[in-house]
């Protein structure tokens, strides 16, 4: 399992520990991924997605996941947030065909 959000696309970063007597080690920044379950009012049930904190709180700030997936770009998205993300779209296609 990748450690990259799936919404986001936050991944892995590489960098240097620097002593105070300026010795550089390299290390890894991992990504602050949580294990979240989130409802999507167009699919009526919650998705369980791998996402980093940073994540949650911009789902929570668009207005819950379908307004996050819906404004984001695909390229970012990870493959299981794309089909969600098309799912989401027939879902809201099919409510306004039967409300219209």
Do not use: W
């Amino acid at each position: 399992m990748a450690r990259r959000c799936e919404l986001t696309g936050k991944a892995v970063q590489a960098g240097n520990n620097v002593s105070h007597a300026n010795n550089r080690t390299r290390r890894r920044f991992l990504p602050n991924l949580q294990q979240k379950a989130l409802l999507s009012d167009a699919l009526g049930h919650t998705v369980k997605l791998r996402i980093t904190t940073h994540a949650i709180r911009s789902v929570e700030h668009r207005g819950g996941l379908d307004a996050y997936l819906l404004s984001a770009s695909d390229r970012v998205l990870s493959l299981e947030a794309r089909r969600i993300k098309r799912k989401i779209k027939r879902a809201r296609a099919a409510a306004e065909a039967g409300t219209g």
